[in-house]
């Protein structure tokens, strides 16, 4: 059966068949999540998150067996831990992904380590142990189930999120295989999260990450219990793969093999995870990255822009929102993304705040930057355009073009980019993911993180108290 497969495969994994590129990977993985998730605890929906959880659990967590919740420097239950510091780590559409799998990984596996490891004490290389597994399970799970997954309107995060984090909650509980295939049932039959959420303009989307870590690693203490799930809860009758995967035509063993994917368990290459540079959908970032070259070239110009025309392949030719009327809303916004980098030049976190602040999702600003902004997305037309949809998965390719006015040169620039900055082929250098970190954190103080280059000498106990300064 798939998952007893998948079950010995955790059951079984050790620090030692990770390798060096791997294990770099996942630390720099680690630094940024932590970054992304320290500045993102302050954000509406992680504070929301923080009180409804003081307000259910307050007076009643287990203070023997309890977890910090980032960027609050507190400590509350273990589930609640794992859920909140996962809410942080998505909500501002910063965090780690692989785009085969069509899934943010980090954002699960590291809250879920992190809330076991340090209410166990465990060592560094347990740590990682688990953290690998996770990578592992999720991105070939994620590249079984995508793009037909995906393409029914489920968010991968949420469903294949809760398989993850029951990857790493049982290989770091230490539970045999037996008790994992439990906690893997479970999880299948706790797995949610619809896009619909996201392109709704609601804070759903970080709720699937937080959800995710938490009835993972709830379906491993279960387990661990005795508490059973199904074993075929995957590729069963009315299991995963039929109910939420395919439609039952095109489901059939004949035309499907789950012993070819299987083929692949511990293959799975974690470096070709990507990070990301701005607060958008990862399908926008090729058009960012592309209207910032334009940006160079134009300088202070956009005045005279004429009109946009930004091509690009299907998935990323949908998130065309012209009127968001909130953040969660801006950062689906394909027309509104391109716009603040013509006019900008800049897309951060800092910025986006401070064009809100200046009116940027009202009907009405004073200011002159969001009236260019606005005023640029409503020249802008938003293509799918078929050679660079056959492109997709194994690029994300983004064309835009700007026509000037006759007063400057009446001219057409235009660039493409075929694979967005932070993609495996296009690759962040460390200096850039402690930029980042920095960006996001400017009062932290960085040296904290050199523990992280030798986690394995050391408890995450201790790891989690430098991280937060003590």
């Known amino acids: 059966m798939f998952l007893q497969n998948i079950s010995r495969f955790i059951s079984n994994y050790r620090y030692e068949q990770a390798t060096v590129e791997s294990i770099t990977t996942v630390k720099a993985a680690f630094l940024d999540f932590f970054g992304v998730t320290y500045r993102g605890v302050s954000e509406e929906a992680s504070k929301i998150a923080y009180n409804t959880v003081e307000e259910i659990f307050f007076g009643i967590s287990n203070l023997n067996l309890n977890a910090t919740v980032i960027g609050k420097n507190v400590k509350t239950d273990i589930l609640s831990a794992a859920f909140l510091n996962a809410v942080s780590a998505h909500v501002l559409e910063l965090d780690d992904g692989h785009r085969g799998a069509q899934i943010h990984l980090g954002a699960v596996i590291f809250p879920t380590a992190l809330a076991i490891s340090e209410s166990y004490n465990l060592s560094g ?262 050679k660079l949809n056959e492109l997709y998965p194994d690029k994300r390719p983004s064309n835009v073009v700007i026509k000037l006015d006759e007063s400057f040169r009446n001219g057409i620039f235009q660039n493409i980019t075929m694979l967005p900055k932070g993609d495996f082929e296009n690759p962040f250098q460390l200096r850039e993911l402690i930029d980042k970190f920095k960006l996001l954190n400017p009062i932290y103080d960085v040296k904290n993180l050199t523990v992280i280059d030798s986690l394995e000498e050391y408890s995450m106990g201790y790891v989690v108290k430098k991280l937060n300064g003590r």
């Open 125 to 386: 290389r347990e740590f990682l142990e688990g953290v690998m597994v996770g990578y592992e399970v999720g991105i070939l799970l994620g590249k079984i189930v995508n793009p037909e997954h995906r393409n029914k309107g489920f968010h991968t995060t949420g469903t294949i999120g809760t398989f993850i984090a029951g990857a790493v909650a049982s290989k770091l509980l230490d539970l045999n295989e037996e008790q994992t295939l439990n906690a893997l049932g479970l999880c299948g039959t706790q797995a949610a999260g619809l896009l619909e959420s996201d392109h709704g303009g609601s804070m759903g989307k970080a709720l699937h990450a937080g959800k995710a870590a938490y009835n993972g690693l709830l379906s491993a203490l279960l387990a661990r219990n005795g508490f059973t799930g199904s074993d075929t809860i995957f590729e069963g009758n009315e299991g995963f793969l039929k109910t939420m995967v395919f439609d039952n035509t095109d489901y059939t063993m004949e035309n499907f093999s789950l012993e070819d994917a299987l083929k692949d368990v511990g293959k799975v290459r974690v470096r070709d995870i990507y990070f990301k540079k701005y607060p958008f959908c990862r399908h926008i970032h090729s058009s960012i990255d592309t209207a910032l070259k334009l940006k160079a070239s134009i300088g202070d110009e956009y005045t005279h822009i004429e009109n946009v025309a930004v091509k690009t392949y299907e998935i990323a030719a949908e998130h065309n929102n012209f009127n968001p009327k909130n953040m969660e809303e801006l950062k689906q916004s394909l027309p509104y993304a391109v716009a603040i980098s013509l006019v900008v030049g800049e897309v951060s976190v800092d910025r986006l705040n401070q064009l809100i602040d200046y009116g940027l999702l009202e009907n009405y600003s004073t200011v002159d930057v969001v009236n260019s902004i606005k005023e640029i997305a409503s020249k802008m037309v938003v293509l799918s355009d078929d």
